[in-house]
């Protein structure tokens, strides 16, 4: 009863309904982030702007703003578990329809990892031999957690291409180097950037969102970045002399 005290309802509910309820809500989680990041392919295609879209969208109280970021996707160690058991669990059922739905969810968030590698290997023409710097490893930012990270993911496949491949997180050091130990890792962003063909950011960490174009020129050797979170103001980098690349904008 104490934990109720503040006000949490309380919904008395059978068993069958109860099991639903957590992968439900997580599902419906990913599902925003997977819709807002199929938007950002449309955007990139009509030259629209998804950001300004979400924040249009957003003021719809039926809708919201939370978890309308387009960018690389989600990861974690609950969105993408729950939504692949939750498909496991609609096959057994034999829900085709709910089983296709959730499986598109997964498909879309995987196929931005999968356009984070094309924008890199774009940016460098190929991604043999060329060095990239990548910013973060969480799959969030405040966390030290890497469980089905984006930024881990992108960086390992960028890697497997030939290119060699320097990540640097403000947390999650430690654990990404135990879970991809080939990978090079560096003790600072502008470490991480030494002699970078591109930059990419992954993780929407303050410090990342606050770096300055002139600070990385000191030390990258070609100035292409890709905001791999929308996080960055592109006017500011491009005005700078970057080529500015982000997901779903102009």
């Known amino acids: ?12 509910t059978d068993y069958a309904t109860a099991e639903l309820v957590k992968v439900s809500a997580n599902a419906f989680l990913a599902t925003k982030i997977s819709f807002i990041n199929a938007m950002a392919e449309i955007a990139e295609a009509t030259g629209a702007d998804v950001t300004v879209l979400a924040d249009a969208i957003g003021h719809d109280a039926r809708i919201g703003r939370r978890f309308l970021n387009a960018g690389v996707g989600f990861g974690g160690g609950c969105l993408p578990k729950d939504i692949r058991a939750f498909m496991a669990r609609a096959g057994e059922l034999g829900a085709d ?7 598109e969810v997964d498909n879309i968030n995987m196929r931005r990892r999968t356009r984070m ?4 290997r774009d940016a460098c023409g190929t991604l043999l031999g060329a060095r990239v710097a990548v910013l973060g490893a969480a799959f969030k930012p405040d966390s030290d957690d890497v469980r089905d990270s984006p930024a881990l993911n992108v960086a390992g496949q960028i890697q497997l291409q030939g290119a060699a491949v320097t990540v640097y997180d403000p947390k999650a050091m430690d ?5 991809f130990p080939t990978l090079g890792y560096a003790e600072n962003a502008l470490e991480a950037c030494e002699g970078a063909d591109v930059t990419l950011v992954l993780t929407e960490w303050p410090e990342f969102r606050s770096l300055k174009p ?8 070609k100035q292409t970045i890709i905001d791999g979170r929308n996080c960055l103001e592109p006017s500011q980098w ?8 982000g997901l779903g904008r102009p």
């Open 175 to 179: 654990n990404s180097r135990a879970l």
């Open 117 to 120: 590698v094309e924008l890199a």
């Open 97 to 103: 329809q709910a089983l296709t739905f959730l499986r």
């Open 238 to 245: 491009r005005d700078a002399g970057w080529t500015y690349r």
């Open 1 to 12: 009863e104490r934990a109720l005290a503040g006000g949490i309802p309380r919904i008395v």
């Open 214 to 221: 002139a600070t990385l020129n000191k030390v990258v050797r």
